[in-house]
Protein backbone atom coordinates (compact mmCIF):
# COMPACT_ATOMS: atom_id res chain seq x y z
CA UNK A 1 0.00 0.00 0.00
CA UNK A 2 0.70 3.48 -0.18
CA UNK A 3 2.59 5.34 2.71
CA UNK A 4 -0.77 7.40 2.63
CA UNK A 5 -2.66 4.02 3.44
CA UNK A 6 -0.65 3.48 6.38
CA UNK A 7 -2.79 3.95 9.87
CA UNK A 8 -1.58 6.51 11.91
CA UNK A 9 -3.65 6.45 15.40
CA UNK A 10 -3.18 7.63 18.81
CA UNK A 11 -0.60 5.54 20.45
CA UNK A 12 -3.31 6.42 24.25
CA UNK A 13 -6.54 4.73 24.34
CA UNK A 14 -9.75 6.50 22.91
CA UNK A 15 -11.27 6.93 26.03
CA UNK A 16 -14.90 9.00 23.73
CA UNK A 17 -15.34 7.10 21.23
CA UNK A 18 -18.62 8.54 19.51
CA UNK A 19 -20.44 6.49 16.28
CA UNK A 20 -22.57 8.53 13.60
CA UNK A 21 -25.44 5.72 12.43
CA UNK A 22 -26.38 2.81 14.29
CA UNK A 23 -27.30 0.58 11.12
CA UNK A 24 -24.77 -2.20 10.20
CA UNK A 25 -21.70 -0.69 9.79
CA UNK A 26 -22.31 1.48 12.97
CA UNK A 27 -23.74 -0.94 15.33
CA UNK A 28 -20.37 -2.99 14.31
CA UNK A 29 -18.18 -0.54 14.89
CA UNK A 30 -19.84 0.20 18.47
CA UNK A 31 -20.33 -3.15 19.28
CA UNK A 32 -16.53 -4.08 18.20
CA UNK A 33 -15.06 -0.68 19.94
CA UNK A 34 -16.32 -1.51 23.66
CA UNK A 35 -15.72 -4.90 23.34
CA UNK A 36 -11.75 -4.16 22.51
CA UNK A 37 -11.94 -1.08 25.23
CA UNK A 38 -14.61 -1.97 28.12
CA UNK A 39 -13.52 1.13 29.73
CA UNK A 40 -14.06 3.43 26.76
CA UNK A 41 -17.42 5.76 26.19
CA UNK A 42 -18.91 4.48 22.91
CA UNK A 43 -22.01 6.77 22.12
CA UNK A 44 -24.08 6.41 19.11
CA UNK A 45 -26.85 8.54 17.30
CA UNK A 46 -28.52 7.02 14.86
CA UNK A 47 -31.65 9.71 13.21
CA UNK A 48 -34.19 6.67 12.93
CA UNK A 49 -36.17 5.06 15.37
CA UNK A 50 -34.79 1.69 14.69
CA UNK A 51 -31.12 0.59 14.71
CA UNK A 52 -29.09 -2.71 13.86
CA UNK A 53 -31.78 -4.29 11.33
CA UNK A 54 -31.78 -6.09 8.03
CA UNK A 55 -32.54 -4.20 5.57
CA UNK A 56 -32.23 -6.51 2.88
CA UNK A 57 -35.48 -8.86 3.73
CA UNK A 58 -37.76 -6.37 3.44
CA UNK A 59 -38.96 -7.03 -0.06
CA UNK A 60 -39.76 -10.69 1.63
CA UNK A 61 -41.12 -9.58 4.68
CA UNK A 62 -43.11 -7.06 2.16
CA UNK A 63 -44.90 -10.46 1.13
CA UNK A 64 -45.96 -11.45 4.22
CA UNK A 65 -48.79 -9.22 5.29
CA UNK A 66 -49.02 -11.00 8.41
CA UNK A 67 -45.50 -10.11 9.34
CA UNK A 68 -44.26 -6.79 11.51
CA UNK A 69 -41.62 -4.92 9.74
CA UNK A 70 -39.76 -5.10 12.85
CA UNK A 71 -39.48 -8.39 12.61
CA UNK A 72 -36.40 -7.59 10.78
CA UNK A 73 -34.47 -5.80 13.72
CA UNK A 74 -31.14 -7.72 15.14
CA UNK A 75 -30.35 -5.69 18.40
CA UNK A 76 -32.86 -3.57 20.02
CA UNK A 77 -31.57 -0.37 21.39
CA UNK A 78 -32.61 -1.09 25.09
CA UNK A 79 -30.68 -4.35 24.22
CA UNK A 80 -27.53 -2.07 23.15
CA UNK A 81 -27.69 -0.60 26.30
CA UNK A 82 -28.30 -2.71 28.80
CA UNK A 83 -26.34 -5.98 27.47
CA UNK A 84 -23.40 -4.38 25.32
CA UNK A 85 -22.99 -0.63 27.33
CA UNK A 86 -23.03 1.17 24.41
CA UNK A 87 -24.61 4.68 24.90
CA UNK A 88 -27.48 4.52 22.08
CA UNK A 89 -29.63 7.51 21.45
CA UNK A 90 -31.64 7.10 18.55
CA UNK A 91 -34.01 9.95 17.08
CA UNK A 92 -30.58 11.91 16.74
CA UNK A 93 -29.07 13.27 13.70
CA UNK A 94 -25.29 14.71 13.17
CA UNK A 95 -25.86 18.23 12.17
CA UNK A 96 -22.55 19.28 12.04
CA UNK A 97 -18.67 18.13 12.13
CA UNK A 98 -15.87 20.34 13.32
CA UNK A 99 -12.57 18.46 12.66
CA UNK A 100 -9.87 20.61 14.23
CA UNK A 101 -11.54 20.81 17.65
CA UNK A 102 -13.24 17.63 17.23
CA UNK A 103 -16.87 18.00 17.92
CA UNK A 104 -20.06 16.72 16.12
CA UNK A 105 -22.92 18.45 16.43
CA UNK A 106 -26.21 16.82 17.24
CA UNK A 107 -30.20 17.73 16.80
CA UNK A 108 -32.77 15.69 18.94
CA UNK A 109 -34.88 14.86 16.21
CA UNK A 110 -37.95 14.53 19.46
CA UNK A 111 -37.11 17.90 21.26
CA UNK A 112 -35.03 19.76 18.96
CA UNK A 113 -32.32 20.35 21.33
CA UNK A 114 -28.65 21.00 19.89
CA UNK A 115 -25.53 19.43 21.46
CA UNK A 116 -22.40 19.64 20.14
CA UNK A 117 -20.49 16.39 21.37
CA UNK A 118 -16.74 15.94 21.93
CA UNK A 119 -14.96 12.97 20.50
CA UNK A 120 -11.70 11.33 20.85
CA UNK A 121 -12.27 8.76 17.59
CA UNK A 122 -15.26 9.13 15.26
CA UNK A 123 -16.76 6.68 13.04
CA UNK A 124 -18.59 7.65 10.13
CA UNK A 125 -21.74 5.21 9.53
CA UNK A 126 -24.24 7.47 7.97
CA UNK A 127 -25.14 4.68 5.06
CA UNK A 128 -26.73 6.07 1.73
CA UNK A 129 -30.44 7.37 0.64
CA UNK A 130 -32.91 6.44 -1.74
CA UNK A 131 -32.82 8.52 -4.59
CA UNK A 132 -36.07 10.63 -4.93
CA UNK A 133 -36.73 11.66 -9.11
CA UNK A 134 -37.04 15.50 -8.66
CA UNK A 135 -40.21 15.10 -11.22
CA UNK A 136 -44.05 16.84 -10.30
CA UNK A 137 -46.00 14.92 -8.46
CA UNK A 138 -43.75 12.20 -7.10
CA UNK A 139 -44.46 13.62 -3.96
CA UNK A 140 -47.74 12.12 -4.25
CA UNK A 141 -49.63 9.57 -1.56
CA UNK A 142 -48.93 6.22 -3.22
CA UNK A 143 -45.30 6.98 -3.98
CA UNK A 144 -42.70 5.46 -2.01
CA UNK A 145 -38.83 4.45 -1.52
CA UNK A 146 -38.03 0.89 -0.12
CA UNK A 147 -34.42 2.15 2.07
CA UNK A 148 -35.24 2.19 5.61
CA UNK A 149 -37.51 0.40 7.49
CA UNK A 150 -39.42 2.94 8.23
CA UNK A 151 -39.75 3.01 4.18
CA UNK A 152 -41.14 -0.74 4.61
CA UNK A 153 -43.34 0.05 7.22
CA UNK A 154 -45.09 2.82 4.97
CA UNK A 155 -45.34 0.27 2.08
CA UNK A 156 -46.53 -2.14 4.04
CA UNK A 157 -49.58 -0.01 5.08
CA UNK A 158 -49.94 0.84 1.73
CA UNK A 159 -50.70 -2.78 0.72
CA UNK A 160 -53.40 -2.94 3.18
CA UNK A 161 -55.48 -1.03 1.26
CA UNK A 162 -55.54 -3.22 -1.25
CA UNK A 163 -53.59 -1.44 -4.49
CA UNK A 164 -54.37 -3.42 -7.66
CA UNK A 165 -51.52 -1.93 -9.93
CA UNK A 166 -48.30 -0.71 -9.02
CA UNK A 167 -45.43 0.11 -11.21
CA UNK A 168 -41.83 0.05 -10.12
CA UNK A 169 -39.54 2.51 -11.77
CA UNK A 170 -36.12 1.26 -11.89
CA UNK A 171 -34.46 -2.04 -13.16
CA UNK A 172 -31.87 -3.12 -10.65
CA UNK A 173 -32.00 -6.13 -8.41
CA UNK A 174 -34.00 -4.57 -5.59
CA UNK A 175 -36.53 -3.35 -8.14
CA UNK A 176 -36.39 -7.57 -9.51
CA UNK A 177 -36.94 -8.42 -5.84
CA UNK A 178 -39.87 -6.07 -5.38
CA UNK A 179 -41.37 -7.36 -8.22
CA UNK A 180 -41.49 -10.72 -6.81
CA UNK A 181 -43.01 -9.36 -3.55
CA UNK A 182 -45.68 -7.20 -5.14
CA UNK A 183 -47.25 -10.02 -7.55
CA UNK A 184 -47.29 -12.34 -4.46
CA UNK A 185 -49.58 -9.63 -3.01
CA UNK A 186 -51.80 -9.80 -5.94
CA UNK A 187 -51.22 -6.71 -7.56
CA UNK A 188 -50.64 -5.98 -11.52
CA UNK A 189 -46.79 -5.15 -12.10
CA UNK A 190 -45.15 -2.99 -14.72
CA UNK A 191 -41.69 -2.00 -14.95
CA UNK A 192 -40.52 1.31 -16.22
CA UNK A 193 -36.67 1.63 -16.92
CA UNK A 194 -35.26 4.62 -18.85
CA UNK A 195 -32.17 2.25 -19.59
CA UNK A 196 -32.22 0.10 -22.83
CA UNK A 197 -32.48 -2.36 -20.61
CA UNK A 198 -32.50 -4.25 -17.21
CA UNK A 199 -30.26 -4.78 -14.57
CA UNK A 200 -27.35 -2.41 -15.94
CA UNK A 201 -24.00 -4.08 -15.90
CA UNK A 202 -25.49 -7.87 -16.09
CA UNK A 203 -24.96 -9.82 -19.03
CA UNK A 204 -27.25 -10.22 -21.44
CA UNK A 205 -27.63 -13.86 -21.19
CA UNK A 206 -29.15 -13.62 -18.14
CA UNK A 207 -30.81 -10.81 -18.91
CA UNK A 208 -33.07 -12.37 -21.00
CA UNK A 209 -33.35 -15.09 -18.16
CA UNK A 210 -35.12 -12.71 -16.15
CA UNK A 211 -37.44 -10.73 -19.15
CA UNK A 212 -38.67 -14.71 -19.09
CA UNK A 213 -39.08 -15.26 -15.66
CA UNK A 214 -40.87 -11.93 -15.14
CA UNK A 215 -43.09 -12.60 -18.32
CA UNK A 216 -44.19 -16.02 -16.60
CA UNK A 217 -45.74 -14.08 -13.97
CA UNK A 218 -46.88 -11.08 -15.71
CA UNK A 219 -44.61 -8.79 -14.63
CA UNK A 220 -44.86 -6.24 -17.61
CA UNK A 221 -41.09 -4.52 -19.08
CA UNK A 222 -41.15 -1.45 -20.51
CA UNK A 223 -37.39 -0.44 -21.50
CA UNK A 224 -36.36 3.32 -22.89
CA UNK A 225 -39.01 4.91 -21.35
CA UNK A 226 -38.43 8.26 -19.56
CA UNK A 227 -40.54 9.15 -16.75
CA UNK A 228 -41.55 13.28 -16.56
CA UNK A 229 -43.60 13.09 -13.45
CA UNK A 230 -47.01 11.52 -12.00
CA UNK A 231 -50.41 12.32 -11.75
CA UNK A 232 -53.19 12.48 -8.80
CA UNK A 233 -56.65 10.85 -8.86
CA UNK A 234 -59.77 12.86 -7.59
CA UNK A 235 -58.70 11.60 -3.98
CA UNK A 236 -55.42 13.59 -4.26
CA UNK A 237 -53.37 10.01 -4.11
CA UNK A 238 -51.56 9.06 -7.41
CA UNK A 239 -53.04 7.44 -10.16
CA UNK A 240 -50.86 7.09 -13.02
CA UNK A 241 -46.91 8.05 -14.02
CA UNK A 242 -46.74 9.99 -17.00
CA UNK A 243 -43.74 9.46 -19.42
CA UNK A 244 -42.91 10.99 -23.16
CA UNK A 245 -44.26 7.48 -24.10
CA UNK A 246 -47.45 7.91 -22.37
CA UNK A 247 -49.29 7.39 -19.81
CA UNK A 248 -49.25 4.48 -16.87
CA UNK A 249 -52.01 3.77 -14.57
CA UNK A 250 -51.33 2.91 -10.91
CA UNK A 251 -52.27 3.40 -7.50
CA UNK A 252 -49.08 2.35 -6.00
CA UNK A 253 -45.92 3.32 -7.44
CA UNK A 254 -42.30 2.22 -6.28
CA UNK A 255 -38.93 4.27 -6.59
CA UNK A 256 -35.96 1.89 -7.28
CA UNK A 257 -33.66 4.34 -9.18
CA UNK A 258 -30.71 3.94 -7.27
CA UNK A 259 -29.53 5.34 -3.81
CA UNK A 260 -26.21 7.54 -3.22
CA UNK A 261 -23.60 7.82 -0.31
CA UNK A 262 -24.50 10.20 2.80
CA UNK A 263 -21.39 11.82 2.69
CA UNK A 264 -22.79 15.27 2.55
CA UNK A 265 -22.01 15.66 6.03
CA UNK A 266 -17.71 14.35 5.84
CA UNK A 267 -17.61 16.77 2.73
CA UNK A 268 -18.68 19.81 4.47
CA UNK A 269 -16.03 19.25 7.26
CA UNK A 270 -13.66 18.90 4.65
CA UNK A 271 -12.71 15.06 4.85
CA UNK A 272 -11.61 13.10 1.26
CA UNK A 273 -14.08 12.19 -0.77
CA UNK A 274 -12.96 9.38 -3.68
CA UNK A 275 -14.12 9.28 -7.05
CA UNK A 276 -16.87 7.13 -6.22
CA UNK A 277 -18.68 10.60 -3.99
CA UNK A 278 -18.47 7.79 -1.28
CA UNK A 279 -15.69 9.12 1.59
CA UNK A 280 -12.48 8.18 0.97
CA UNK A 281 -10.75 5.50 3.29
CA UNK A 282 -8.05 3.14 3.29
CA UNK A 283 -7.88 -0.10 3.98
CA UNK A 284 -7.47 0.28 7.99
CA UNK A 285 -10.94 2.21 7.09
CA UNK A 286 -9.31 5.36 8.18
CA UNK A 287 -10.73 8.71 6.19
CA UNK A 288 -7.96 11.83 5.66
CA UNK A 289 -8.49 12.90 8.96
CA UNK A 290 -6.38 10.16 12.00
CA UNK A 291 -8.86 10.06 14.14
CA UNK A 292 -11.94 9.77 11.68
CA UNK A 293 -12.89 6.39 10.41
CA UNK A 294 -15.71 5.48 8.55
CA UNK A 295 -17.52 2.40 6.63
CA UNK A 296 -21.03 0.62 5.19
CA UNK A 297 -22.84 2.65 2.27
CA UNK A 298 -21.62 5.74 3.28
CA UNK A 299 -17.83 4.75 2.62
CA UNK A 300 -15.52 3.46 -0.37
CA UNK A 301 -13.94 0.05 -0.21
CA UNK A 302 -11.13 -1.44 -1.87
CA UNK A 303 -11.36 -3.59 -4.67
CA UNK A 304 -8.90 -6.40 -4.92
CA UNK A 305 -9.29 -7.04 -8.69
CA UNK A 306 -9.12 -2.99 -9.80
CA UNK A 307 -6.79 -2.53 -6.72
CA UNK A 308 -8.19 0.64 -5.82
CA UNK A 309 -11.42 1.92 -4.13
CA UNK A 310 -14.77 1.32 -5.18
CA UNK A 311 -18.33 2.20 -4.38
CA UNK A 312 -20.44 -1.24 -4.36
CA UNK A 313 -22.62 -0.87 -0.96
CA UNK A 314 -23.55 -3.94 0.15
CA UNK A 315 -24.77 -5.32 3.97
CA UNK A 316 -22.03 -7.94 4.28
CA UNK A 317 -19.28 -5.22 3.42
CA UNK A 318 -20.68 -2.68 5.86
CA UNK A 319 -20.66 -4.99 8.98
CA UNK A 320 -16.76 -6.21 8.05
CA UNK A 321 -15.58 -2.77 7.51
CA UNK A 322 -17.25 -1.48 10.66
CA UNK A 323 -15.58 -4.37 12.54
CA UNK A 324 -12.83 -3.32 11.23
CA UNK A 325 -13.17 0.61 11.62
CA UNK A 326 -14.59 0.09 15.33
CA UNK A 327 -11.58 -2.06 16.50
CA UNK A 328 -8.93 0.58 14.77
CA UNK A 329 -10.80 3.44 16.62
CA UNK A 330 -9.77 2.14 19.97
CA UNK A 331 -5.99 2.16 19.22
CA UNK A 332 -5.65 -1.52 16.98
CA UNK A 333 -4.58 -2.05 13.05
CA UNK A 334 -6.71 -4.18 11.33
CA UNK A 335 -6.42 -3.98 7.93
CA UNK A 336 -9.85 -4.80 5.16
CA UNK A 337 -8.84 -7.67 2.79
CA UNK A 338 -11.42 -5.52 0.47
CA UNK A 339 -14.17 -6.63 -1.62
CA UNK A 340 -14.52 -8.71 -5.39
CA UNK A 341 -18.42 -7.11 -5.88
CA UNK A 342 -20.69 -10.21 -5.09
CA UNK A 343 -24.10 -9.85 -4.84
CA UNK A 344 -26.96 -12.32 -5.34
CA UNK A 345 -31.01 -11.55 -5.44
CA UNK A 346 -33.84 -13.93 -6.68
CA UNK A 347 -36.87 -12.92 -8.81
CA UNK A 348 -39.41 -15.60 -8.27
CA UNK A 349 -38.10 -18.95 -8.93
CA UNK A 350 -35.20 -17.75 -10.13
CA UNK A 351 -31.93 -17.60 -8.31
CA UNK A 352 -29.07 -15.18 -9.84
CA UNK A 353 -25.70 -14.28 -8.20
CA UNK A 354 -22.54 -12.06 -9.35
CA UNK A 355 -19.02 -11.21 -8.73
CA UNK A 356 -16.16 -9.59 -9.87
CA UNK A 357 -16.19 -7.50 -13.31
CA UNK A 358 -18.44 -7.70 -16.22
CA UNK A 359 -16.93 -7.39 -19.72
CA UNK A 360 -18.14 -4.01 -20.05
CA UNK A 361 -16.69 -2.92 -17.12
CA UNK A 362 -13.69 -5.35 -17.82
CA UNK A 363 -12.94 -3.39 -20.93
CA UNK A 364 -13.75 0.23 -19.09
CA UNK A 365 -10.88 -0.90 -16.47
CA UNK A 366 -8.46 -1.49 -19.54
CA UNK A 367 -8.45 -5.26 -19.60
CA UNK A 368 -9.21 -7.32 -22.78
CA UNK A 369 -12.11 -9.35 -21.39
CA UNK A 370 -13.14 -13.38 -22.94
CA UNK A 371 -16.63 -14.48 -22.30
CA UNK A 372 -18.02 -17.30 -22.16
CA UNK A 373 -21.92 -18.33 -21.40
CA UNK A 374 -22.91 -22.19 -20.71
CA UNK A 375 -25.95 -23.63 -19.73
CA UNK A 376 -25.18 -27.11 -17.69
CA UNK A 377 -27.78 -29.27 -15.58
CA UNK A 378 -27.57 -28.65 -11.71
CA UNK A 379 -27.42 -32.22 -10.71
CA UNK A 380 -26.19 -35.78 -12.58
CA UNK A 381 -28.04 -36.47 -15.22
CA UNK A 382 -29.56 -39.71 -13.09
CA UNK A 383 -30.51 -37.72 -10.50
CA UNK A 384 -33.92 -36.88 -10.52
CA UNK A 385 -35.22 -33.17 -10.15
CA UNK A 386 -32.33 -31.03 -11.39
CA UNK A 387 -32.58 -27.99 -13.44
CA UNK A 388 -30.16 -25.59 -15.73
CA UNK A 389 -27.64 -23.56 -14.24
CA UNK A 390 -26.34 -20.93 -16.33
CA UNK A 391 -22.93 -19.65 -15.78
CA UNK A 392 -21.02 -16.97 -17.51
CA UNK A 393 -17.36 -15.88 -17.11
CA UNK A 394 -14.67 -13.55 -17.91
CA UNK A 395 -11.34 -13.38 -18.13
CA UNK A 396 -8.03 -10.85 -18.99
CA UNK A 397 -6.74 -12.71 -22.87
CA UNK A 398 -3.38 -11.90 -22.25
CA UNK A 399 -2.76 -13.04 -18.46
CA UNK A 400 -5.49 -15.42 -18.08
CA UNK A 401 -6.60 -13.99 -14.89
CA UNK A 402 -10.49 -14.72 -14.34
CA UNK A 403 -12.39 -11.44 -13.67
CA UNK A 404 -15.78 -12.02 -13.11
CA UNK A 405 -18.51 -13.80 -13.58
CA UNK A 406 -22.47 -14.71 -13.02
CA UNK A 407 -24.51 -17.73 -12.47
CA UNK A 408 -28.59 -17.81 -12.82
CA UNK A 409 -30.97 -21.11 -12.22
CA UNK A 410 -33.57 -22.26 -10.16
CA UNK A 411 -31.47 -23.94 -7.36
CA UNK A 412 -27.91 -24.32 -6.06
CA UNK A 413 -27.20 -21.48 -8.76
CA UNK A 414 -26.47 -18.46 -6.19
CA UNK A 415 -24.55 -20.00 -3.63
CA UNK A 416 -21.78 -21.35 -6.36
CA UNK A 417 -21.08 -17.76 -6.90
CA UNK A 418 -18.63 -18.35 -3.57
CA UNK A 419 -16.43 -20.47 -5.57
CA UNK A 420 -15.70 -17.64 -8.12
CA UNK A 421 -15.70 -14.83 -4.96
CA UNK A 422 -12.81 -17.36 -3.39
CA UNK A 423 -11.07 -17.74 -7.05
CA UNK A 424 -11.45 -13.86 -8.11
CA UNK A 425 -10.13 -12.78 -4.11
CA UNK A 426 -7.26 -14.99 -4.96
CA UNK A 427 -6.58 -14.05 -8.32
CA UNK A 428 -6.79 -17.07 -9.87
CA UNK A 429 -6.05 -17.70 -13.80
CA UNK A 430 -8.41 -19.36 -15.85
CA UNK A 431 -6.29 -22.44 -15.73
CA UNK A 432 -6.42 -22.25 -11.81
CA UNK A 433 -10.05 -22.86 -12.21
CA UNK A 434 -10.61 -25.54 -14.76
CA UNK A 435 -8.23 -27.06 -12.09
CA UNK A 436 -10.46 -26.72 -8.69
CA UNK A 437 -11.11 -30.19 -6.90
CA UNK A 438 -14.96 -29.16 -6.19
CA UNK A 439 -17.62 -31.34 -4.77
CA UNK A 440 -19.70 -34.72 -6.70
CA UNK A 441 -22.63 -36.39 -6.01
CA UNK A 442 -25.41 -36.38 -8.01
CA UNK A 443 -28.35 -34.43 -5.60
CA UNK A 444 -25.72 -31.63 -6.06
CA UNK A 445 -23.70 -31.42 -8.94
CA UNK A 446 -22.68 -33.33 -11.88
CA UNK A 447 -19.26 -34.66 -12.61
CA UNK A 448 -18.49 -31.78 -14.29
CA UNK A 449 -19.91 -28.82 -12.16
CA UNK A 450 -21.37 -26.20 -14.40
CA UNK A 451 -18.37 -23.97 -13.10
CA UNK A 452 -15.77 -26.52 -14.48
CA UNK A 453 -17.79 -27.00 -18.35
CA UNK A 454 -17.70 -23.03 -18.20
CA UNK A 455 -13.85 -22.51 -17.55
CA UNK A 456 -13.37 -25.82 -20.06
CA UNK A 457 -14.37 -23.39 -22.67
CA UNK A 458 -13.49 -20.09 -21.48
CA UNK A 459 -9.40 -21.73 -21.02
CA UNK A 460 -9.43 -21.46 -25.07
CA UNK A 461 -10.07 -18.37 -25.54
CA UNK A 462 -7.20 -16.62 -23.08
CA UNK A 463 -3.72 -17.43 -23.96
CA UNK A 464 -1.83 -18.14 -20.52
CA UNK A 465 -2.87 -21.30 -19.66
CA UNK A 466 -0.58 -22.87 -17.66
CA UNK A 467 -1.79 -24.80 -13.89
CA UNK A 468 0.35 -22.80 -11.37
CA UNK A 469 1.52 -25.43 -8.47
Given at each position: MKSSDTPTTN????????????????????????????????????????????????????????????????????????????????????????????????????????????????????????????????????????????DGGRLKKLLASKPKRAIVLGGGFIAMEMCHALTERGLEVQVLEKLPHILSGWSEETVKLVLEELGRHGVEVHTGVEVTGAEAGPDGRVAAVVTRQGSYPADLVLQAVGIRPNAMLAADAGLRIGETGAIWVNQFQQTSHPAVWAGGDCAEAYHRLLRKNAWIPLGTTANKQGRIAGANAVG??????????????????????????????????????????????????????????????????????????????????????????????????????????????????????????????????????????
Open positions: VSAHRRIIVIGGVAAGMSAASQAKRREPGADVIVFERGPYISYGACGMPYNVMDPQRRIDDLVVLTPERAINDRGIDLRVRHEAIGLDLPSQRVTVKNLETGAVTDEPFDALVLATGASAIHLPLPGMDLPGIVVLRELTLHQRFAGIVGTSGFRVFDLELARSGLSANQAEAEGFEPATVTVRQSSRAHSYPGSSPIQVTLVADIPSGILLGGEIAGREGAALRINVLAAALASHMTVSDLQGLDLVYAPPFAPVWDPILVAANQLIKKVRTQEIRP
